[in-house]
C-alpha cells in the first residue's frame, strides 16, 4: 500500500510567510581543532549579496610526523555584515583543568567590503619556519 501525500503552496498558513519574510540571511562557518587549541569563526548576517572562496585545512597532528594546526584561506566580497573570530588556546588543561588562552581576536565589518585573509593556528612548533604569531599588514 503506497501513500502520497502533496502540500501546495495554497496550503501553507500565512504565519509561514510571515516568517519567510522576515528571515535574516545568515552564512557562519565555525571550525574547531581540539589537538592544536584553535578555533576560526567565519560569519556573514543582513547580507545583499555574498560571494566567499573559504578553504579551512586542520591537522590533528596524530602521527609523529606533523605538528596540529588549523589554518584558513579566507576570500569574499560582501555587501552586508561580517565577523571573523579565532582563538588559540594551551590544549593541555591546567591543574585548574582550564585552557590557558593564547591569542584571541574578532573583527567586525559593515558595509560593503573585501576580505582576503590567511590564519594560521598551530600549537607547540611553527609550520615552514614561519613566524608563530599574526603580522600586521
Known amino acids: 500500500m503506497a501513500v502520497t501525500v502533496s ?3 495554497a496550503e501553507l498558513p500565512p504565519s509561514f510567510y510571515d516568517a519567510m519574510g522576515t528571515m535574516k540571511n545568515e552564512n557562519v562557518l565555525c571550525v574547531k581543532n581540539y589537538n592544536a587549541g584553535a578555533s576560526i569563526t ?3 548576517t543582513d547580507f545583499e549579496s555574498l560571494d566567499k572562496d573559504t578553504t579551512i585545512v586542520s ?3 596524530e602521527n609523529n610526523s606533523s605538528i596540529p594546526f588549523l589554518q584558513a584561506h ?3 566580497q560582501v555587501v552586508g555584515k561580517a565577523q571573523l573570530d579565532w582563538e588559540s588556546v594551551d590544549p593541555y588543561p591546567e591543574t585548574t583543568g582550564r585552557h590557558t588562552v593564547l591569542s584571541t581576536n574578532e573583527e ?3 558595509g ?3 576580505i582576503e585573509r590567511f590564519i594560521q593556528l598551530a600549537f607547540n612548533g611553527t609550520l615552514g619556519g614561519g613566524p608563530e604569531w599574526l603580522p600586521c599588514g
Open 7 to 9: 502540500l501546495t503552496a
Open 42 to 44: 567565519e560569519s556573514y
Open 59 to 61: 591537522r590533528s597532528g
Open 74 to 76: 579566507i576570500n569574499s
Open 108 to 110: 567586525n565589518l559593515t
Open 112 to 114: 560593503a567590503f573585501s
